[in-house]
């Protein structure tokens, strides 16, 4: 997927440096120590799309002379600098540092830059490179100076650009009112907002230079023209909108350098149908969500890298941190599969491709990424067929829903082109038996992080004291070329995966500590990290047709939950281990008495299959 430099530029090189470039940087990853480049460029006025993306290390090692002049020296002295962006983005660009906004720099380690006067701390990232914290663009004139990037005595009209918004196509937003995009002008530019023709919802500006929001209540579709005036400078563009995105037809297969994560090894599968056993509703959907997956849909080709769906995500969601939790609900509930690039550190989020999953006669759920517009086709097709669509709402609002189909799949398969498939329940030993094969080592490896059980998160080495028994470890390439290795170490024994999932559970399972507790419908998670192998998730999604999530609990903490009957419960028990804590106290009743019991509780019991599983 990542094309080298050096063969995108090569065709312009002659031309390359009377050309516009940006070059962006985002910082991401679970730590926060991945950094993600993306590299624009154009003549007039820099594309939209960026004409390169990868890491500093891949940027660092391109051949010199295909770069701008300025990029180029900045690598070769080890030193970029960095001026803060709306969306969490810090540009380098052709202009001059603006005076404005504050600035980091990224650094080689070693170089003057490092090195130099300043006061701030410096945080190490990979392949050697660091990052300074905020500094004012005063404080680093002296090292532009000495570093040969002396600022030029103009200060020209800066381009009206926008950032923050989501691209439907390659010059449309959409009009979702919580991802609007915002404009950025000059510090002393006077900005106006118009509409052009027809245009659905109303449009508005606020704030105040250099960085203006756009606000609107309801979805926006249409057209409108921005107009930037500073003193006899005046430029201006047309902003379109579209409240929905075109439904997709083409989904990305896994290859291009990425694959799959193996979080679980089965030793076959069984199809298995369901006996419906209540009447199935609608029920509500936050509207936040709607628009969030709407978000999600508009994704790239390619697949959302990690940072960009983050920094994406972040302005809606309900506490810091929270979007590790929200990306695995989205995975386990088919709307998103996360691909890890096979040559570097970093991940890709992909939309799954729509599908049919028979899980009763004429009951289908549907699996995969469906838009507003896709499901407004899937309901046509459906009421042409006399079926019935049903929308199931997950563990909370923060939770994917569920999309199930009764009546003629058939029908609906040919009408849609979408696939069918039966349902099938993975067969898995128990652990540690179900765990794949790690063929990496330790060496060559830094330890970056130990896990506190208590927390549930990994912290530094030193935050960690040192004791027996247990202990999870991160270990890290120093040159970020590879993905995270994780190391257990009990009892002098070693095991090793790259799966942060698969070692978290295991070390529970090991330090007989649960990570789950189950009661006689959920599986609740006792610390802020950890979740279920994926392919187990998803089991469980269809068995209850509720998709498993984060949930608020009522001292206002999140934690996260799987639905599961006694059943799934049962099995996953035997599967994990100590892992899970299973309610000794919850004994299997008839079935009758089930739903009484749930009927009294104000529930809707779930429905459960006729098998045992195993």
């Given at each position: ?11 312009q ?13 985002r ?5 926060q ?95 050697g490179?660091l ?5 004012d ?26 950032a923050?918004?989501v ?41 105040r ?6 606000l ?73 969500l ?19 769906l ?56 549907i ?15 459906a009421?042409?067929?006399s ?67 208590d927390?549930?998160?990994f912290?530094a ?10 202990r ?26 790259t ?37 187990i ?9 509720r ?40 004994k ?26 195993s």
């Amino acid at each position: 997927m990542v094309q080298s430099i050096e063969d995108r530029l090569a065709e312009q090189e002659g031309d390359l440096q009377n050309q516009r470039w940006r070059l962006d940087v985002r910082f991401g990853g679970y730590e926060q120590d991945e950094i993600t480049l993306a590299l624009f460029w154009g003549r007039a006025a820099l594309a939209e799309v960026a004409a390169w993306e990868g890491s500093i290390q891949q940027l660092a090692a391109s051949r010199a002379l295909v770069l701008p002049a300025e990029l180029a020296d900045a690598l070769q002295q080890g030193a970029l600098m960095l001026s803060e962006g709306p969306g969490a983005t810090w540009s380098m660009e052709d202009s001059d540092l603006p005076v404005d906004r504050a600035v980091v720099i990224l650094a080689r380690a070693g170089s003057l830059a490092v090195s130099w006067p300043l006061e701030t701390r410096w945080r190490s990232l990979e392949g050697g490179w660091l990052v300074s914290g905020k500094l004012d663009p005063q404080s680093v004139t002296g090292l532009r100076r000495r570093l040969g990037f002396a600022p030029s005595a103009g200060s020209p009209l800066v381009d009206l650009s926008f950032a923050d918004g989501v691209k439907t196509g390659h010059s449309t937003w959409l009009g979702r009112p919580a991802f609007l995009p915002t404009l950025t002008a000059s510090q002393g530019s006077r900005v106006s907002l118009e509409e052009v023709g027809a245009t659905t919802g109303s449009l508005t500006l606020s704030g105040r230079a250099p960085t203006w929001g756009l606000l609107a209540e309801k979805p926006i579709a249409g057209r409108w023209r921005v107009r930037a005036v500073e003193a006899s400078s005046e430029t201006e563009k047309v902003l379109c909108f579209e409240d929905e995105v075109p439904e997709r037809w083409e989904f990305l297969a896994e290859g291009s350098g990425f694959e799959s994560e193996r979080e679980l090894l089965d030793i076959g599968e069984r199809h298995e149908q369901f006996r419906c056993r209540e009447v199935l509703n609608d029920e509500p959907v936050n509207a936040l969500l709607w628009d969030v997956l709407e978000v999600i849909y508009a994704s790239p080709p390619r697949g959302w890298s990690e940072n960009a769906l983050i920094e994406t995500l972040k302005r809606v969601l309900p506490k810091p941190h929270f979007e590790w939790d929200f990306l695995r609900s989205l995975a386990e509930g088919d709307w998103l599969e996360p691909v890890i690039s096979t040559s570097w550190r970093a991940r890709i989020w992909r939309l799954r491709s729509p599908y049919f999953e028979i899980v009763a006669p004429h009951m289908a759920v549907i699996r995969g990424a469906v838009g507003t517009a896709a499901r407004r086709r899937l309901g046509d097709a459906a009421a042409a067929t006399s079926g019935k669509i049903i929308v199931r709402s997950g563990v909370s609002d923060w939770a994917p829903p569920t999309l199930i189909v009764q009546g003629n799949i058939q029908a609906l398969s040919n009408d849609l082109a979408w696939s069918i498939k039966e349902h099938s329940q993975p067969r898995v030993e128990a652990a540690p038996a179900c765990w794949p094969a790690e063929s990496r080592t330790g060496l060559g490896r830094l330890l970056a992080g130990v896990w506190r059980f208590d927390l549930g998160l990994f912290l530094a080495p030193d935050k960690v004291a040192s004791e027996g028994g247990v202990r999870l470890e991160r270990l890290v390439r120093e040159r970020g070329d590879d993905r995270d290795l994780y190391r257990i170490i009990d009892h002098g024994r070693t095991f090793l995966t790259t799966s942060r999932t698969l070692a978290v559970l295991e070390a529970h399972r090991r330090r007989k500590e649960p990570l789950f507790d189950w009661t006689s419908e959920t599986f609740v998670r006792r610390s802020r990290g950890g979740y279920l192998p994926m392919p187990i998730a998803r089991t469980i999604r269809i068995r209850s047709l509720r998709a498993s999530g984060p949930v608020l609990r009522t001292d206002g903490s999140w934690t996260y939950v799987y639905p599961s009957d006694t059943e799934a419960a049962r099995w996953i028990g035997r599967t994990f281990g100590a892992a899970i804590s299973i309610n000794t106290e919850t004994k299997r009743k008839p079935f009758y008495r089930y739903v009484a019991e749930q009927r009294r509780l104000g529930r809707r019991p779930s429905w459960l299959a006729p098998q045992t599983m195993s």
